[in-house]
């Protein structure tokens, strides 16, 4: 019998609006906005009573430094500001490590530009350094003139895969970026030192 009258549809009832009489008061609440009203009501209730525990059972002999590095303003503990927290010989060595660390990186850079261009030349079939011939005369000379020519024309008339064409023009950018990296940690290196000479004690030279 109860599935019957369940299977029965029902008339949805409305919740009624604000009555006109009552229309300057605005709209009139209705449930769902009450449980989220309750709902925030309890839940600031819950932190105030969670908040007042915890005063209740502090030690009274707790310290973290929190405490002398922070100051109250309006009732809100704000931290103290840090910037004198370190010394002049502090941030100079401080200034010399990074000096340090980008100095390390340019080298490292210039190191693999140098590993790059060797490996693109092999791959080009050109070779990294120059091979001087000495010859007896001329007719030797011209002998291993054309023998040399040869030889290039020979390595330029292989016909290279398109892999590999692919993987040389991407070794080709990744040697433009490195060489456009080193020599911005160059600049930054130069103006880190301009800058750690500036900071150090006793008389600035001026310029004339």
Same mark, same amino acid.
């Given at each position: 019998?109860?599935?019957?009258?369940? *299977?029965?549809?029902?008339?949805? =009832?409305? !919740?009624?609006?604000?009555?006109?009489?009552?229309?300057?008061?605005?709209?009139?609440? @209705? /449930?769902?906005? +009450?449980?989220?009203?309750?709902?925030?009501? /309890?839940?600031?209730?819950?932190? #105030?009573?969670?908040?007042?525990?915890? *005063?209740?059972?502090?030690?009274?002999? !707790?310290?973290?430094f929190g405490m002398i590095k922070s100051k109250t303003v309006d009732?809100?503990?704000?931290?103290?500001?840090? *910037?004198?927290? +370190?010394?002049?010989?502090?941030?100079?060595?401080? @200034?010399?490590?990074?000096?340090?660390?980008?100095?390390?990186? *340019?080298?490292?850079?210039? @190191?693999?530009? !140098? @590993?790059?261009?060797?490996? #693109? =030349?092999? #791959?080009?079939?050109?070779?990294?350094?120059?091979?001087?011939?000495?010859?007896?005369?001329?007719?030797?000379?011209?002998?291993i003139r054309s023998r040399c020519s040869e030889n290039k024309m020979?390595?330029?008339?292989?016909?290279?895969?398109?892999?590999?064409?692919?993987?040389?023009?991407?070794?080709?950018?990744?040697? !433009?970026?490195?060489?456009?990296?080193?020599?911005? #940690?160059?600049?930054?290196?130069?103006?880190?030192?301009?800058?750690?000479?500036?900071?150090?004690k006793g008389r600035k030279a001026q310029a004339a």
């Amino acid at each position: 019998m109860s599935s019957l009258r369940n *299977a029965i549809p029902r008339k949805a =009832h409305k !919740e009624r609006a604000q009555p006109q009489a009552r229309k300057r008061f605005g709209l009139l609440e @209705k /449930h769902k906005d +009450y449980v989220a009203r309750a709902t925030a009501f /309890h839940k600031k209730e819950e932190t #105030l009573r969670r908040l007042k525990e915890k *005063a209740a059972s502090r030690n009274p002999d !707790e310290f973290y430094f929190g405490m002398i590095k922070s100051k109250t303003v309006d009732g809100v503990h704000r931290p103290q500001s840090e *910037a004198n927290k +370190y010394t002049q010989e502090e941030l100079l060595l401080m @200034k010399t490590q990074d000096i340090g660390y980008i100095l390390q990186k *340019a080298q490292t850079e210039k @190191k693999k530009i !140098e @590993k790059l261009t060797a490996t #693109l =030349h092999s #791959l080009d079939g050109r070779p990294s350094s120059k091979h001087i011939y000495f010859a007896e005369d001329r007719e030797e000379a011209k002998e291993i003139r054309s023998r040399c020519s040869e030889n290039k024309m020979a390595s330029t008339s292989v016909d290279i895969p398109d892999y590999i064409k692919r993987k040389i023009a991407s070794s080709y950018r990744e040697l !433009e970026a490195r060489k456009n990296r080193a020599n911005q #940690l160059e600049k930054i290196h130069m103006d880190m030192a301009l800058q750690k000479e500036l900071q150090k004690k006793g008389r600035k030279a001026q310029a004339a």
